[in-house]
């Protein structure tokens, strides 16, 4: 199916019907079959973040940068683990809780449309899957398989410095959308804090 996709897919590009410059990134969500209430519960470990890793070599460059000594791999090596709830008839789809509302074992449909609406790559993961984790993954599959879009837009969700700098590092320009301070009260907001380029960090007023 997928080298039919991509076939089909080609022979739209070639005909000059493809508008793969901007790209267009949302996860719906599908609800499966099984009963919401026949499920059973697990502990399982959290998936590591993709950028997690790299987060832990820019900190320790940045502390040998600053005359101090690197943290061990121990210090992030700590295992988390999570408790989920996992439907009995169908284990592959995850929990999928929208509001009070919506809750139900679901699959999401990751997928990214070009400007004429054109699906030019598509990851289907269990409904618990949160969207920001699969904005990298299908962004590759868009460069490797289609090309390399000048512009990426995706709603809120995928909202996060993560995201953010792998667009930037790809020379990729991310359309996404402005959202307020989720500072608490009482607390220092973004902005209150003042940047020494000199000594390259940020002073707490």
Same mark, same amino acid.
């Given at each position: 199916?997928?080298?039919?996709?991509?076939?089909?897919?080609?022979?739209?590009?070639?005909?000059?019907? +493809?508008?793969?410059?901007?790209?267009?990134?949302?996860?719906? %969500? /599908? &609800?499966?079959?099984?009963?919401?209430? =026949? #499920? !059973? @519960?697990?502990?399982?470990?959290?998936?590591?973040?993709?950028?997690?890793?790299? +987060?832990?070599?820019?900190?320790?460059?940045?502390?040998?940068? %600053? /005359? &101090?000594?690197?943290?061990?791999?121990? =210090? #992030? !090596? @700590?295992?988390?683990?999570?408790?989920?709830?996992?439907?009995?008839?169908?284990?592959?789809?995850?929990?999928?809780?929208?509001?009070?509302?919506?809750?139900?074992?679901?699959?999401?449909?990751?997928?990214?449309?070009?400007?004429?609406?054109?699906?030019?790559?598509?990851?289907?993961?269990?409904?618990?899957?949160?969207?920001?984790?699969?904005?990298?993954?299908?962004?590759?599959?868009?460069?490797?398989?289609?090309?390399?879009?000048?512009?990426?837009?995706?709603?809120?969700?995928?909202?996060?410095?993560?995201?953010?700098?792998?667009?930037?590092?790809?020379?990729?320009?991310?359309?996404?959308?402005?959202?307020?301070?989720?500072?608490?009260?009482?607390?220092?907001?973004?902005?209150?804090?003042?940047?020494?380029?000199?000594?390259?960090?940020?002073?707490?007023?």
């Amino acid at each position: 199916m997928k080298q039919i996709f991509h076939c089909i897919l080609k022979e739209i590009a070639d005909k000059g019907l +493809l508008g793969a410059d901007h790209v267009f990134i949302d996860s719906p %969500h /599908g &609800k499966t079959g099984p009963n919401k209430r =026949k #499920f !059973e @519960k697990k502990i399982v470990r959290k998936e590591t973040r993709a950028y997690e890793a790299k +987060l832990q070599e820019e900190l320790n460059q940045d502390r040998m940068d %600053h /005359g &101090k000594k690197p943290f061990s791999p121990d =210090k #992030f !090596e @700590k295992e988390e683990v999570k408790e989920i709830k996992q439907s009995t008839t169908d284990p592959e789809s995850g929990y999928y809780v929208k509001d009070e509302r919506t809750k139900q074992f679901a699959y999401s449909f990751h997928a990214a449309a070009d400007r004429y609406g054109f699906i030019l790559g598509s990851i289907v993961t269990p409904g618990n899957v949160h969207d920001s984790h699969m904005l990298q993954p299908l962004v590759e599959k868009i460069m490797e398989k289609v090309k390399k879009p000048l512009a990426v837009a995706a709603d809120a969700a995928y909202k996060t410095p993560a995201i953010t700098k792998f667009l930037f590092d790809q020379e990729i320009q991310p359309a996404l959308p402005y959202t307020r301070p989720k500072t608490k009260d009482g607390f220092l907001r973004k902005h209150d804090y003042v940047y020494d380029e000199y000594y390259d960090c940020y002073l707490c007023p």
